[in-house]
């Protein structure tokens, strides 16, 4: 299905880890975001990029679940796996 293989696309750009942005604002320094069904998804700022990161992986795993609620009977478990893996952002 699209919606899984976005997800492959390798999207990262920079230094910091995927779903997550250097922002240069008043006091929160790092914007998490995710991506669900194409659509990029602001999960708030964060002052340290450690938990920019934890809420970034947190709403990935969320969406991977989603997906295998939807498409699980169609797509081999082990794709849903390799998905949680992210190895598409190194």
């Known amino acids: 299905p699209p919606a899984i293989n ?3 696309k390798p999207t990262k750009k920079g230094d910091l880890p995927k779903g997550v942005q250097q922002f240069k604002g008043k006091w929160k320094e790092y914007r998490a ?9 602001h ?3 964060y002052m340290t990029l450690e938990e920019a990161v934890t809420v970034a992986k947190e709403q990935r795993v ?12 169609t797509v081999e478990s082990k794709v849903f796996e390799v998905l949680l893996e992210d190895r598409w952002s190194e």
């Open 43 to 45: 999960l708030g700022y």
């Open 33 to 41: 975001y995710g991506v669900e069904f194409g659509k990029q998804v």
């Open 6 to 8: 976005q997800m492959c």
């Open 62 to 73: 969320f969406y991977v679940d989603k997906l295998k609620s939807l498409y699980g009977d």
